[in-house]
């Protein structure tokens, strides 16, 4: 089993920074990728950033080049850095862990992210 629990989210003004968390517990060895996704009201849940177990990342074009996607030593907790923040990053940010092979995902609860113009 695979718990994940978000924290860091809260209201921002647009152009300011958050740092979100996910720290992960159980049985963690296992999952391949981990990333960061999204959902605004009235949109499909999209992926904001992804890291891989080898430390290989990907971002959204809306995000690249102001977000950061890493983990800690231990592979037991992801962090997301998102600089610049615009309003139209408001949205519920989940993380998720993927166990490939078995195609098994993993979801947290969500953090919300609100920023005002």
């Known amino acids: 089993q695979v718990q994940l629990v978000e924290s860091g989210g809260g209201l921002v003004q647009a152009g300011g920074s958050l740092r979100l968390s996910c720290a992960a517990s159980?049985?963690?060895?296992?999952?391949?990728?981990m990333g960061w996704y999204r959902q605004a009201p009235g949109k499909q849940r999209e992926m904001v950033a992804i890291?891989?177990?080898?430390?290989?990342?990907n971002y959204a074009d809306s995000v690249r080049g102001r977000s950061t996607i890493s983990m800690d030593n231990a592979k037991s907790t992801v962090y997301l850095q998102m600089n610049s923040l615009k309003p139209e990053d408001t949205a519920v940010y989940y993380c998720?862990?993927?166990?490939?092979?078995?195609?098994?995902?993993?979801w947290g609860q969500g953090t919300q992210v609100t920023v005002s113009s």
């Open positions: 159980g049985s963690t060895g296992t999952i391949d990728v």
């Open positions: 890291i891989t177990s080898g430390g290989s990342t």
């Open positions: 998720n862990g993927e166990i490939s092979a078995w195609r098994i995902n993993f």
